[in-house]
């Protein structure tokens, strides 16, 4: 069964700062990854996500993450938050033949001005 | 509109009684599904439908919830005699196709509240 920890519940950077949340995943085989972005009363967006090939992933508002296989991690990064980065964001694991990713508990960004 | 869609965007009710959540999907998607997200946790997938069928309903918490799709667009997500526990936020996403491999777009959601 694949499984995913966000092992932080809460994060909070300096408008300006550089931030990294952390992403473990447990799965057997290679898994698909992604991560997802929810503001305040909206759905969730997806940033980025992992499929094969270059481990580091670039995706949307300035977000990258990378796939670390040997540390079964997939930490999203982004060298400098801005306010409207203030969010939940969502960590999720997928594989070739299911239908339902697994999502993680998410963190919570707090930007301090 | 382009995107997801869910109504009603808040619903308060009475413990016990039964409500309706609507979700219209992108159009053109054939894959759909909901999930419940209650404070502090992650998304709880509760069925999937591909089309018109759903494969996998194992998520539903009860014999209380049940969803149907119709016209492989719209779908119903109903929960009879509504409990305190069952208050939280009720996301439908679609997809083009299924498949975890496919992008999944969130609408914005129900929040539902059981006094």
């Known amino acids: 069964a694949q499984s995913v920890t966000q092992p932080d519940i809460h994060i909070t950077v300096s408008e300006g700062a550089s931030l990294e949340l952390r992403c473990n995943y447990s799965y057997g085989a290679t898994p698909y990854l992604f991560w997802y972005v929810q503001s305040p009363g909206q759905g969730l967006q997806l940033l980025l996500k992992?499929?094969?090939?270059?481990?580091l992933v670039q995706g949307i508002k300035g977000f990258e993450a990378e796939f670390k296989r040997s540390q079964s991690s997939f930490n999203l990064r982004k060298p400098s938050v801005h306010w409207s980065d203030a969010a939940e964001y969502f960590c999720?694991?997928?594989?070739?033949?299911?239908?339902?990713?697994?999502f993680g508990r998410g963190t919570s960004l707090i930007v301090h001005p | 509109g382009a995107g997801v869609s869910q109504s009603p965007s808040n619903k308060v009710t009475e413990k016990g009684k039964d409500v309706e959540l609507r979700c219209d999907p992108i159009?053109?998607?054939?894959?759909l599904y909901w999930y419940r997200q209650s404070l502090g946790q992650g998304l709880e997938f509760l069925i999937y439908?591909?089309?018109?069928?759903?494969?996998?309903k194992s998520g539903l918490p009860s014999d209380r919830f049940s969803a149907e799709r119709t016209g492989g667009s719209v779908s119903t997500l109903t929960i009879q005699r509504t409990q305190q526990e069952d208050s939280a936020v009720y996301l439908c996403?679609?997809?083009?196709?299924?498949?975890?491999?496919?992008?999944?777009?969130f609408g914005p959601g129900t929040r539902l509240l059981v006094l």
């Open positions: 159009s053109g998607h054939t894959a």
């Open positions: 439908f591909q089309g018109n069928s759903a494969p996998d």
């Open positions: 992992y499929f094969s090939g270059d481990t």
């Open positions: 999720a694991v997928g594989s070739r033949g299911s239908y339902i990713p697994t």
């Open positions: 996403a679609s997809s083009l196709a299924q498949g975890t491999q496919e992008t999944q777009y």
